[in-house]
């Protein structure tokens, strides 16, 4: 096999024009690997802890490991595949930059609000979210 594909498009802006894809490398196909199964493992790990999470503020803490790495390894991942498959393309690494960046300030905001939210209720966070009651304090 050459690795090479050859796409004529269909409509649109490109149509008539030829595009080539190339297969990606044992190297790019690795590290994409990598990267994907990091992302997505902590996508997972950061779920099951949110689950397992005793109260509420401290399921809103869980959200940053997801949203803070494992969502970037994702776009890392995607990044690389592209630069393996179409060659480097600036668009693509600045909307991977933009990406990136953007998902690091919406988490950071919106754990801000949600603690926020989650103190200007009024409710007990300490309180165990299965519903159980909480020790009793010695008097």
């Given at each position: 096999?050459s690795g090479?594909t050859?796409l004529l498009?269909?409509?649109?802006?490109?149509?008539?024009?030829?595009?080539?894809?190339?297969?990606p490398?044992?190297?790019?196909?690795?590290?994409?690997?990598?990267?994907?199964?990091c992302?997505?493992v902590?996508v997972?790990?950061?779920a099951?802890?949110?689950y397992?999470?005793?109260?509420?503020?401290?399921?809103?803490?869980?959200?940053?490991?997801?949203?803070g790495v494992?969502?970037p390894l994702l776009?890392a991942?995607?990044?690389?595949y592209?630069w393996s498959?179409?060659g480097?393309i600036?668009?693509?690494?600045?909307?991977a930059i933009?990406?990136?960046?953007?998902?690091?300030?919406v988490?950071?905001?919106?754990?801000f609000?949600?603690?926020r939210?989650l103190h200007?209720?009024?409710?007990?966070?300490?309180?165990?979210?299965?519903g159980?009651e909480?020790?009793?304090e010695?008097?």
């Amino acid at each position: 096999m050459s690795g090479v594909t050859t796409l004529l498009a269909a409509g649109g802006e490109a149509a008539g024009q030829v595009k080539e894809f190339h297969d990606p490398n044992w190297f790019a196909a690795v590290l994409i690997g990598v990267l994907a199964v990091c992302g997505s493992v902590m996508v997972l790990g950061s779920a099951v802890a949110m689950y397992l999470a005793p109260d509420a503020l401290s399921q809103i803490n869980m959200v940053g490991p997801a949203v803070g790495v494992g969502l970037p390894l994702l776009v890392a991942a995607n990044l690389v595949y592209s630069w393996s498959t179409e060659g480097f393309i600036l668009a693509e690494f600045v909307k991977a930059i933009v990406a990136i960046v953007a998902l690091l300030v919406v988490a950071a905001m919106g754990s801000f609000i949600m603690g926020r939210a989650l103190h200007a209720t009024h409710w007990d966070h300490t309180v165990p979210l299965s519903g159980g009651e909480r020790a009793k304090e010695p008097r």
